[in-house]
């Protein structure tokens, strides 16, 4: 294991290159548009796989975009670790806000700048490069499984079912995943909770067609006016969700374990001065840390209608639109909550209006028992690598399928991350630090070292 | 004068012709991209003038879109019409709501649709060839003078300064207009009042970049969502704008006038059914008459933010954008109403935000004296041709450059305009009822008749 970083450094070069023509396809799961660039995606990474030494590497078709699946087992008594990565990405939107193309990869400052260099193209591929480590030095401890999949962008619907289809194939003893942010570098980090979450699409009517602002302006409900008084009673003073029931599922969080989540090194001055900001928002009575980890929260993604190109255009308009979501807590479910919000913004609309509310996806909470075999391998690999234990955190994001596959196989997921907050993922100039890049790729053969026994 | 009708049986098939072909020319103003059709809407403008029978016509380059002016003067002895229109249409957007090209004209039910077909070019048009039947016969009574503009659906800056360095070009005894709409074609109208309007552009900034919607979501003020909370606190539940100081200027209007525009057959039932609404909304303790001629609104006509196209991006906006207009009354100064406004918002945003308010346009509100010789030649010119009185109406729509030649010029301006509200001017599907438009072109002639003396 020790020669990790002599492969480090003797390859450097060639695992950029090879990571950088990665980042360079497209993929896009949200735009339907997009699906020779997916499907080069899934390629490539299968070409990856089998290159690093699977015995196996397959693409396999769904109803949505394709999956990727991979093997090598070594040993049928030997534990089994299914790795969980995905090779979609958001949306590059807005352009005009990347300082150099999101699908051209750039070193700048040290960090690898691109849309997907961090989510979650780079951090997968430190798997696939770790696994190529291993297989050459012939030193793979442990039988490894590989799912990748191009829809956790958008809500892993095809993967869930798949997952239900293939419990055989997918059978495995811990899932690893490195999807998530460290504290900082200097701070290895667990991710031990992740949020839930339900995201809805909303179009409101109101009269039947755009009218005149001036012939009908003063005698007629604005439906974007109308919207906009809907969301903002969504939150009350107190930064609390106004939704009736909301709060009923959500796990009460004892005094000792909210003090241990806020005894991780975290500079709030410093969350908010990243982002330029003084102060935050948010629910009050919660720390930073807490408003993120256990308190779930409800956004705005989009919002839209009328006239919104150049120009003045004295319209009123007849519907408006928004994409609006909650991050969920334990034990809150996106479907019993996406019932909640429906009926409550029922009854909140003008007589005359009606309103579509669409349950675009969503995900359950996930949390791992701080004491477990499965953390103890990554807590040893950090240890081996940065030369400190790593801190336990509950992330404020989501990745669903990670719910789902403790449903469905069984089987807990360790939230390796090796990400940054700055690094601007879901927005422009996402990018990926080279440092964060290896020494995530030195840590994870170690976690199977550890795991192993 | 009686000829009119004659006229009209002749030449139906030409006159329809030819204002097609003006129609069929994109001349939206508000596009920066579209001078070649902005410069063909005034050139065939001018032709068409020169054919109709001017001395002169011309087109006049301004800082922004060309002015089209043109005179025929019989006696300087005798008072001077000046006609005044617009070439330019709002934008067709959105294109997907229209049931044929918005740039095509087509009569269907007995109807012209297409962007334009009312407000203004067939309105405008009507002039035109109302000038050219009197030419013709050698009975034009006035002398007469055409000022035509491209940027009445824009703010008319150009004419507002033309005006202002050409009032002898333009010196007239009165002014007419038709950019406005009947009650039906049952109740001709004359508009004796128009509300002013504030057009703003506003950008709320919070965060330097757009965040990931469960890395910061609860700990974060939205900029989509304080956006909202700010629209949605312009009014109250009263229905009152909440800018402090925006009704100081509000003309109280007496209890008698109030009774007199609420007598004119208007139903309101049948007003909201026509947009498929069994009640509207609004400013409480007024009718919709009331809130539509001589009371202030606000209406947003855009808004946008975040993640607008297809697919679900968990994204927090790093900014958010809405367009929002008021309508004015007398004697609401849009820049004084744009002072108090851009205060207000000041004030109310979170300590770490910014906001940055463009003023994109405005215009002062007009009256017209009920009892004055320009409007008694109307009603004169409607009973002639109606068989009954015109009623007064206060429109709620706004012409901005109608006050600019009163303050400029020194003279009123008659707004006979012969559209409907159900036209919809601004919206898709546009049209123009034939029936309106050849009732329009033969009343024209008898108000030259009834002014003369």
Known sequence: MDKIKDFINTNKERILNELFDFIRIPSVSAKPEN????????????????????????ILETAGWPLVYGE???DASKPTVLVYGHYDVQPEE?????????????IRDGKIYARGADDDKGQLFMH???????????????????IFEGEEEIGSESLERFCKQHKELLKADVILVSDTSMIS???PTITTGLRGLAYFEITLKGQSRDLHSGLFGGAVINPVNELSRLIAGLIDAEGKVTIPGFYNSVQTVSAEER???????????????GINLKNGGGEKGFTVIERLGIRPSLDVNGIWGGHISQGAKTVLPAE???????????????????????DYLQKQIPED??????????????????????????????????????????????IPVISVFEQVLGIKAVLMGFGLESDAIHAPNENYPLDNFFKGLETIPWFYHFYKK
């Open 259 to 273: 003090k241990l989540l806020n005894s991780v090194p975290f500079d709030e001055k410093k969350f908010y001065a």
């Open 128 to 146: 696939v490069k770790a696994f190529e480590f291993m297989v050459q030095q012939n030193i793979l401890p442990c039988n490894v499984k590989f």
């Open 353 to 398: 209006f009606t309103i579509e509310i669409e349950y675009l996806h969503g995900g359950t909470p996930y949390v791992l028992p701080f004491y477990s075999l499965e953390l103890e391998a990554a807590v040893n690999a950090c240890q081996k690598t940065f030369g400190k234990k790593p801190v336990p955190v509950r992330s404020g994001g989501s």
């Open 185 to 187: 570098l200097d701070v």
């Open 94 to 106: 807005p352009l005009e806000l990347w300082n150099s193309p999101p699908f051209e990869p750039e």
């Open 35 to 58: 699906k020779s660039a997916m499907y080069d995606a899934a390629q490539y990474l299968k070409n990856a796989i089998l290159s690093a030494g699977a015995e196996r590497a397959e």
């Open 320 to 342: 408006a639109h928004a994409k609006i979501s909650m991050r969920l807590v334990p034990d809150q479910h996106p479907e019993e909550i996406a019932k909640l919000f429906k």
């Open 72 to 74: 090598k087992i070594i």
